[in-house]
């Protein structure tokens, strides 16, 4: 399984404008190779970097019950037929980079799940964790970096 971006590259700066400071919109995402038997799709987005200033890995998103079909996320994306948890901003759905101090690297994480998740839409990274627990049929990484301005 695959994960990319057109917005930037792994390793590379994710633009200014998927800050939380700026316009706060996730950026794209292609999704390829889902393997066969997927029943649905996670995405996690994290700040491993965020441990020191925040005294914990930051989450900025948790998306599940992802179409398994879905070979795009679009800029700004809607998650009409998927369910959004609650970032560590206290809100559901995307809250972009926002490192307090230096640069940081995010982790654009998407697994696919022979499942779908029982979980109603505000439930937090670590219950979306639990859940996947034994279910995970193939994982894929794409990792952004941003700095404060």
Known sequence: ???????????EPIPR????REENVNPPLRIEDV?????????????????????????????WNVDPDTEEITEDW????????????????????NPPDREHAYRFRLYALDTRLPL??????????EAMDGHVLAEATLTGTYAPS
């Open 1 to 11: 399984m695959r994960l990319t971006s057109p917005a930037f590259g792994d390793g």
């Open 17 to 20: 404008r998927h800050g939380y």
């Open 35 to 63: 393997p066969d038997g997927a029943a649905s799709l996670v995405l996690l987005v994290d700040d491993p970097d965020a441990r020191e200033p925040a005294g914990k890995v930051w989450t900025h998103w948790a998306v």
């Open 78 to 97: 809607t998650a009409d037929e998927a369910a959004e948890g609650r970032n560590d901003y206290d809100e559901r759905g995307y809250g972009g980079p």
């Open 120 to 129: 109603d839409p505000g439930s937090t990274k670590a219950e979306v964790q």
